[in-house]
C-alpha cells in the first residue's frame, strides 16, 4: 500500500478535541447546527421526539422491531422480475442452481443501497403517499458459499456457476405498489420485453463512459478486450462508444433531483484474478506510469480464487479494473439511456454518491473512499439544476469540480480542489509519478487527494446531507467513519479514535459519525466546521475495558465512545456505523456492519436526534439475523415506512466468523428456513403511525 503521510483524522481530532477546547469547539460548531435541523422545520412541522422502546442487544436468528411495529419481506435474492418466469424454487440445505441468463432476470444478492422513486416523477418530488412506485437496489457482491452448493463438502464452482454469481452483482430495478389504506407494499412482475421498467444492471450490461477520463488509455484497452470477450457470448453493445462491463461491487449510492439513481462502486479488487501473475501482459502494464501505484492501492490481483470471466482475469485484461470505482448513473424512468459512467467524479472505492443542490443552483455529489486511510470528496457541477427539463440533467455530472476533505486541529475544514496542476506541484515520493493529464488525474483521483493534503479517515463510508423536497440542503453532511484495524491508522488513536488501553493506543475498532457544516449554510462552499456527531462504543463510562466477543477470551479493549473525558453518545452502544439516511423530522437513521465482533448483538439500526446537543441519545430500532449487516436504510416521503436491507444473511456467526461451507448450512437460514436468501424488508407501526415516534 502507498504511504500516506498526510496527517490522519485520529490525530487531528485528538488535538482538536483536548479538554480546554473541546467545549469551545462544540459550541460553535453546534451553534450552526442548532439553525439547520433537517426537513421537518423546513415543513413548518415540530421536530418529533424518538418515542419507540428500544430493541434490547440479542442473537436472535430473526429481525427484531420494537414493540407496537411489524416487518415484511418486499424482494428476497431470486425473487422473479417477469411475468413469465416460475418462482424460484427453494430447497432446503442448498441455494439456488441459477445460470447467468436466469440470473439476469430476477432479483440480485447482497442488497445494499436502497432508493424508492414515484412512477410519476415529479419536482419537488412529493411528500405524499402514492400507489405505484419503482425501487432500485445495489446487489454488492457474493458470498461464494452462499451462492453455490459444497459437493460432499468440497467447494468447486463450475465455470457457469461462477459466471452466475458474477451476474448476481450490480443493480436491481423494480416495480412496486403501494396499498396506502394498509400500508403494504409489493414487488410487480412486468412483461419481460424491450423497454420494461424491470431489469437488472449486472457485469455484464452495457454502458458509456463520459467526462474526463472516457478517453483514458486504460479504459479504452480494456474495453476493447472486454467487448471482445462478451462478443463471443453473442453480447455487442448497441451505442459506438458502449462498453459492456456493467457495474459491480455496487455499495452506498444515491439520487438525484432529477429521479435518476446513482450506485457506487466500490470494493474492486474482489472480483480479478491472475492466472498468471508475472505474464508479459503485466510486466508490461506495469511499467506504465501509475500502474504499479494503482495496483498497491486497489489490492486488486488474487482476492478473488475461483477463476470466472476472462476479462476479469488481468493476465489477459491487465486495465480491466480501470473500467470500475466509478459513480454510475442510472435512470429508472427509462430503460432505453444506457447508464453512464461519471468519470468527474474520480475512479475510487466509493460507497455513497448523494446529491445536494447549493444555493446557487449547481448540484454537489458527497462520496466517501470506503478503504483505511483513504478521503471524503464532493463534486460541484459545472452547470446548473434545470427543474424544467428532466433529462438534460443527466448530463450535470459530467463535467465540474472535484474537491477532498481536510480536517483542521481547530475545527475548520476546507475542500480541496482536485487540479492537474496542483497535484503535479507537490514533490513526487515512492512509486508516484506525475499525472499526464486531467483524464489520468480522475483514474488516479486517490493518489492526487493524498498528495494535495486531504485528511485520512476511518474508512469512510456513507456521506449524506439531509435535504427538503426540493434537494436544497441545509449545511450539514454526516460521515458515517465504519473504523480502521490498519497499524497506519493506529497512530494517535486508541481502540476508537482517541482511546489508551494503558499505555498502548489501539485501533479503531468501532468507528464514529461526522457532522461537518458548510460555510454559510452553502454546500458549493469550500470551506467548513465539523464535530464528533456520535461514537460507537460503549457509553457508560470514560474506560471500558472490555472483551470482544471476536478476539481471544481473557484480552480487553477500551471500547469507551467518550472522548477525551467527554461522553458524546449515551444510549444503546453500537459499533462501525455504515449507511445513514434521515427522516422529515431531524432524526439520523443509521446502519452498523461489525456490532457482533465488538458487542454480544447482531447488527442493527440504530436513530438519533440530530438537533440534539452532546451527549446524544442512540436507540436501537431494528436487528437482523445472525451474519447479517444491515443495509440500504430508507424512509418513505410521509414517514410511515422504513425500508432496510438484510445482507449476507447466514454469512458469518454470532462473533463474525465466515461460512465457508465446512458446515452442513449457514449460520441462518433466513427469511425461509430453507437456505439464506438476502432479503429487503420494510417496517412499519401497526397503527399506520409516523414510524420511529
Known sequence: MPENKNPHFNDIITQSLSRRNFVQVSLAVGAAFSMSPGNALAKGISPSKIGFTSVAENLVNDVIVPEGYEWHKLMSWGDALFTNQAPAKEQVGAPFNFTR?????????????????????????????????????????????????????????????????????????????????????????????????????????????????????????????????????????????????????????????????????????????????????????????????????????????????????????????????????????????????????????????????????????????????????????????????????????????????????????????????????????????PFKDYADLMVRVRDAASRLGATPMDRPEDVEAPKDNYFKGFGTVYICATGNLTEEGRKGNAANPRRKNGATTEVNYTGQIIRINEAAKDHGSTTFNWEIFLMGGDHSKEIALLERPS???????????????????????????????????????????????????????YVADTNSPAPRVVKRFLTGPIGCEITGPFVSEDNKTFFCGLQHIGGADEVGNGYRAKQAVPFSTFPNKTWPRDTIIYVRRKDGGIVGT
Not at 470477450?229 to 449510492?253: R, V
Not at 481471544?552 to 459499533?575: P, Y
Open 101 to 433: 441468463d436466469e440470473q439476469t432476470k430476477r432479483v440480485g444478492t447482497c442488497n445494499d443501497m436502497f432508493a424508492v422513486f414515484a412512477k410519476n416523477y415529479s419536482y419537488p418530488w412529493s411528500d405524499k403517499a402514492q400507489n405505484e412506485y419503482i425501487v432500485c437496489s445495489n446487489n454488492e457482491y457474493v458470498v461464494p458459499y452462499l451462492l453455490v452448493a459444497a459437493k460432499k463438502g468440497n467447494f468447486a464452482p463450475t465455470p457457469q456457476e461462477i459466471e452466475a454469481m458474477y451476474a448476481a452483482q450490480g443493480v436491481t430495478i423494480a416495480c412496486v405498489n403501494h396499498d396506502t389504506k394498509t400500508g403494504a407494499w409489493e414487488l410487480v412482475q412486468v412483461e419481460d420485453k424491450e423497454g420494461a421498467l424491470n431489469r437488472r444492471i449486472t457485469p455484464f450490461t452495457e454502458v458509456v463512459f463520459d467526462g474526463p477520463a472516457k478517453e483514458h488509455e486504460w479504459i479504452k484497452t480494456s474495453g476493447m478486450i472486454t467487448n471482445q470477450i462478451e462478443k463471443y457470448a453473442g453480447k455487442l453493445p448497441k451505442n459506438p462508444d458502449g462498453i459492456m462491463c456493467g457495474t459491480m461491487q455496487n455499495c452506498a449510492g444515491g439520487y438525484t433531483p432529477w429521479g435518476t439513481y446513482l450506485t457506487a462502486e466500490e470494493n474492486i479488487d474482489n472480483m480479478y484474478f491472475t492466472t498468471s501473475p508475472n505474464c508479459e501482459n503485466i510486466e508490461n502494464a506495469r511499467k506504465q506510469a501509475g500502474y504499479v501505484y494503482d495496483e498497491a492501492s486497489f489490492g486488486y490481483g488474487n482476492l478473488w480464487k475461483w477463476g470466472g470471466p476472462d476479462q476479469f482475469d488481468l493476465s489477459r485484461n491487465p486495465f480491466g479494473p480501470s473500467l470500475y470505482g466509478w459513480i454510475v448513473e442510472i435512470d429508472p424512468h427509462d430503460p432505453s439511456w444506457t447508464p453512464r459512467k461519471h468519470t468527474a467524479l474520480g475512479r475510487k472505492k466509493n460507497e455513497s454518491a448523494n446529491s445536494v443542490i447549493t444555493k446557487s443552483g449547481n448540484v454537489a455529489i458527497y462520496t466517501g473512499d470506503d478503504q483505511a486511510n483513504e478521503f471524503v470528496y464532493k463534486f460541484i457541477s459545472k452547470n446548473k439544476f434545470d427543474a424544467k427539463n428532466r433529462t438534460a440533467n443527466r448530463e450535470l455530472l459530467s463535467e465540474g469540480t472535484l474537491y477532498a476533505a481536510k480536517f483542521n486541529v481547530d475545527g475548520s475544514g476546507e475542500w480541496l480542489e482536485i487540479s492537474l496542476e496542483k497535484a503535479n506541484a507537490v514533490p513526487l515520493s515512492g512509486n508516484q509519478t
Open 551 to 605: 478476539d481471544k477470551k481473557g484480552e480487553t479493549h477500551n471500547l469507551s465512545s467518550w472522548v477525551n473525558g467527554k461522553q458524546i453518545s449515551m444510549g444503546d452502544r453500537f459499533a462501525m456505523p455504515d449507511n445513514i439516511t434521515f427522516d422529515g423530522f431531524g432524526n439520523a437513521w443509521f446502519t452498523t456492519d461489525g456490532t457482533p465482533e465488538n458487542f454480544p448483538c447482531n447488527d442493527g439500526i
